[in-house]
């Protein structure tokens, strides 16, 4: 099984469908923010689709009202899951998870957010857990933070971005108990995107085969 | 000056284009949400900007690099102001309104919301007012939560979702400190939108008169 989720950060719908057909085979997942879909519109998701199984980052930060919307929206363009802000409250994680899976961030990969990530992860995790999240997003770059996340909540997936650009390793994520890596310009940047892709999950399996 | 800002949470572009002509002369802007850019494309942002200016209600929460993208496009498209979330941290805020008028969300609508916003929304003031935003949003649900955040911040506008369909009420907003009332359902579901709306407007102009 691959853990690697390719971030697929571009803007242009060509070039995004010609990274995710030719990574396909290294790829657990594409992950889709707005930068995207505003860019190209939501059929996007549809066409990735067919390639791999698309999860909208739309980190939604809604009403509950607002929220089921936009979930429903990314279901019926074919997402397979969506992530979603815990601030907000259980109902409106709920709003999304009831209508696809849902992934909650836990904190983020930016120094600025932890402010109020770390205050408040705890209870984030809480509601996720509680709103049935299927998984958490943590980060690479924060990879002590990993683990605190794991011990909250040993049942629940982790997602890791924050690889490679940001700063943080595979490696650290995998041993910190991250279940999947989340790797975006470091991979679609660079000359030879298949062979970085190959090192990702050959650096996976050797800190999974080593622990 | 019109006080009213219509929340167009419709998911049709011909619906909301034509609300929006008939509502033109109410109204001091257009609030869109994801739910209709999903639906319909990007483009309604520039289409409804032609009929009066655009606030994009994006609740933009990612990291300064996505929140400076999604800032970017909504500019690009013609929005005059972009809603973002302050939790991710000054330099997210920063990435937006270093790109177009930014309102910071210093408190929401929901009862869940409560949780967080409620311990935080100082900080999340203060952060806004540092990275320049223009404008923040604290909701008519919770009129008595305007008042302290207008307290916080009294030379930043306000504006006040929630009035309506959620249950607040325009002249509790405007008692309370709120410059613009952020109204959606209770004008575009009535069967008499442009009466629902002057009304609105005729409440907020004798609660002003009678301040």
Same mark, same amino acid.
């Given at each position: 099984?691959?853990?690697?989720?390719?971030?697929?950060?571009?803007?242009?719908?060509?070039?995004?469908?010609?990274?995710?057909?030719?990574?396909?085979?290294?790829?657990?997942?594409?992950?889709?923010?707005?930068?995207?879909?505003?860019?190209?519109?939501?059929?996007?998701?549809?066409?990735?689709?067919? &390639?791999?199984?698309?999860? #909208?980052?739309?980190?939604?930060?809604?009403?509950?009202?607002?929220?089921?919307?936009?979930?429903?929206?990314?279901?019926?363009?074919?997402?397979?899951?969506?992530i979603c802000h815990g601030?907000?409250?259980?109902?409106?994680i709920?709003? #999304? $998870?009831?209508?696809? /899976?849902t992934i909650v961030v836990a904190?983020? $990969?930016?120094?600025?957010?932890?402010?109020?990530?770390?205050?408040?992860?705890?209870?984030i995790?809480?509601l996720a857990?509680?709103a049935?999240a &299927?998984a958490l997003i943590?980060?690479? *770059?924060?990879?002590?933070?990993?683990?605190?996340?794991? $011990?909250?909540?040993?049942?629940?997936?982790?997602?890791?971005?924050?690889?490679?650009?940001?700063?943080?390793? /595979?490696?650290?994520?995998?041993?910190?108990?991250?279940?999947?890596?989340?790797?975006?310009?470091?991979?679609?940047?660079?000359?030879?995107?298949?062979?970085?892709?190959?090192? &990702?999950?050959?650096?996976?399996? $050797? *800190?999974? *085969?080593? /622990?």
């Amino acid at each position: 099984m691959k853990r690697l989720i390719l971030a697929l950060d571009l803007e242009e719908r060509g070039a995004a469908l010609d990274i995710a057909e030719l990574l396909k085979e290294e790829i657990a997942a594409i992950k889709v923010n707005y930068p995207l879909v505003l860019s190209t519109g939501m059929e996007i998701v549809k066409e990735l689709s067919k &390639i791999r199984p698309v999860i #909208c980052d739309f980190k939604v930060a809604d009403i509950p009202y607002t929220n089921g919307k936009i979930a429903r929206i990314a279901y019926e363009n074919g997402a397979k899951a969506i992530i979603c802000h815990g601030f907000m409250g259980k109902e409106s994680i709920e709003a #999304c $998870s009831s209508v696809l /899976a849902t992934i909650v961030v836990a904190e983020m $990969s930016n120094e600025g957010s932890g402010d109020f990530f770390e205050k408040y992860s705890q209870r984030i995790v809480e509601l996720a857990i509680d709103a049935k999240a &299927i998984a958490l997003i943590a980060p690479a *770059t924060k990879a002590e933070r990993i683990a605190y996340i794991k $011990s909250m909540a040993p049942e629940v997936k982790i997602l890791s971005p924050g690889v490679g650009a940001q700063g943080g390793r /595979a490696s650290d994520a995998i041993k910190n108990g991250a279940d999947f890596v989340i790797v975006g310009r470091a991979i679609y940047n660079s000359n030879d995107p298949v062979t970085i892709a190959k090192k &990702i999950n050959g650096e996976i399996e $050797s *800190t999974l *085969t080593s /622990a």
